[in-house]
């Protein structure tokens, strides 16, 4: 049962264009949202985060949107570059926990086109 | 200020057998959570230590088993190792509770092959 889901495995831009990852989530519990960059031989570094009461968050070049009715996320990269390119994971938590246990997505691998 | 570290870098192991992997949390962070990487998809919790005692499981069967240690560091130990097992496995570590704490900041992983 995949609970955050990341349906598009791989995307190409060119750099200075938008860079657009989407992200759907089922567990309607869920109240926290983060985005996660990987570069091979390297843990997850977190990138950007939402909670569940808004629906924008801005940092920089990068932007997340949350829409809690369709259950759906995504994150804007404006303008790309070639050094965003990695593997882009979603990931969620259920507050209810107490833990901060994250869920992930399968991931969206990103590349960036000089 | 160093990150989270994990040793070893990588680990091959045949069927059957037993490994530890180790795990340093961020300098004041008291929460280890480990994580099972398979390729291609994203990472699975497989349990947190907070407190030198398991505060949440994942899916996971007991032949995954941890520790949390005094100083925080935490290990985790995989018994009867199956190929399935073959995976990155990343720590990650997160400030007390009471501060905010979803994100958590992993190390580099372990990578363990069962051949």
């Known amino acids: 049962d995949q609970q955050v889901k990341q349906n598009s495995p791989s995307l190409s831009v060119q750099e200075g264009r938008i860079s657009i990852l989407n992200c759907d989530y089922t567990?309607?519990?869920?109240?926290?949202f983060l985005w996660y960059k990987k570069y091979p031989a390297e843990g997850p570094t977190f990138l950007i985060s939402i909670s569940s009461i808004k629906d924008k968050n801005e940092d920089g070049r990068f932007t997340v949107f949350l829409n809690k009715s369709a259950k759906h996320l995504s994150l804007h990269i404006v303008p790309s570059q070639p050094g965003d390119s990695a593997v882009y994971f979603c990931?969620?938590?259920?507050?209810?926990?107490?833990?901060?246990?994250?869920?992930f997505g399968q991931g969206t691998t990103l590349q960036v086109k000089p | 200020d160093a990150g989270v570290t994990q040793s070893p870098t990588h680990l091959i192991k045949t069927r059957g057998q037993q490994v530890t992997l180790r795990c340093s949390p961020k300098?004041?962070?008291?929460?280890v959570s480990w994580y099972q990487q398979a390729l291609g998809q994203g990472p699975q919790f497989i349990f947190q230590y907070y407190e030198e005692e398991e505060r949440q499981r994942g899916n996971f069967p007991d032949r995954f088993s941890g520790h949390q240690f005094p100083n925080y560091s935490s290990e985790l130990n995989v018994n009867a190792l199956l190929l399935g097992d073959s995976a990155l496995y990343l720590c990650?570590?997160?400030?007390?509770?009471?501060?905010?704490?979803?994100?958590?900041?992993f190390g580099p992983g372990t990578r363990l092959t069962v051949l």
């Open positions: 567990n309607s519990m869920f109240d926290y």
């Open positions: 990650a570590s997160s400030p007390a509770r009471g501060a905010f704490n979803n994100e958590q900041f």
């Open positions: 300098s004041g962070h008291d929460t």
């Open positions: 990931a969620a938590s259920d507050g209810s926990s107490n833990t901060g246990k994250l869920i």
